[in-house]
């Protein structure tokens, strides 16, 4: 695969994907109470929807890197985008709180990739300044992001329910996923590629979790 820079609207790319995680919880979040009365579920079911997302990205963060590293930054983010569009669209067409649980689950696992692989792709292509530049801009464009998001999804929970929340959410991970394929190029050669090797990383985060400097921060 020929590595070529990413130049241009890079800056949006890497927003956009590290936004993975808000989009997914920060839009549904406002809506949880019109599917909570839809669904004619307590409230702590509705609130699972969030929790479980959550503990799923948290777990597949840690692996994402390694998955990326194997396989290169492109296929990981695309085949997660697509695992995100098609599970979003599925919990548009939910009937019950069980199955949209194991859907969230599923677009958890998906949208954990978005903010280890943008910053693995900064790491490829910038070093020191550069990249901090380039960081802070990324930064300030998610900060401007985040304002909205949850009042876009208020406003769909309000007008068209909750469904619409999911439906929106399927539709703009589809269209990263063809922005992706158009215009993110691999960023990681294969002859740095490491192989995923599951117990060395196990190993490593437990030598993480016993040194103490690590722990205190």
């Not at 292509?125 to 802070?136: D, E, K, R, S, W």
């Not at 304002?147 to 007008?159: M, R, S, Y």
Request: proline share 5%.
């Amino acid at each position: 695969v020929r590595v070529v820079p990413l130049v241009g609207p890079s800056s949006l790319l890497l927003a956009l994907m590290g936004l993975l995680n808000s989009l997914c919880s920060d839009m549904l979040i406002p809506a949880l109470p019109v599917l909570q009365a839809n669904m004619g579920i307590k409230g702590w079911q509705a609130q699972q929807t969030i929790s479980l997302f959550f503990v799923a990205t948290a777990f597949m963060s840690l692996w994402y890197g390694a998955i990326a590293d194997a396989h290169g930054r492109r296929p990981t983010i695309l085949v997660a985008l697509v695992i995100l569009s098609l599970s979003a669209g599925a919990s548009a067409l939910a009937t019950d709180i069980e199955t949209l649980w194991l859907l969230r689950i599923a677009q958890g696992l998906a949208a954990g990739a978005g903010m280890v692989i943008s910053r693995a792709i900064l790491h490829d292509l910038h070093h020191g300044p550069a990249a901090q530049h380039l960081l802070g801009r990324i930064t300030m464009l998610q900060i401007l992001s985040l304002i909205a998001t949850p009042v876009i999804g208020a406003w769909l929970g309000t007008h068209f329910g909750w469904r619409s929340v999911f439906v929106a959410l399927g539709v703009i991970a589809a269209a990263m996923a063809v922005a992706y394929w158009r215009w993110l190029p691999e960023t990681m050669p294969a002859e740095r590629r490491q192989s995923l090797r599951a117990g060395a990383l196990v190993g490593s985060y437990l030598l993480a979790l016993r040194t103490p400097r690590f722990v205190r921060l």
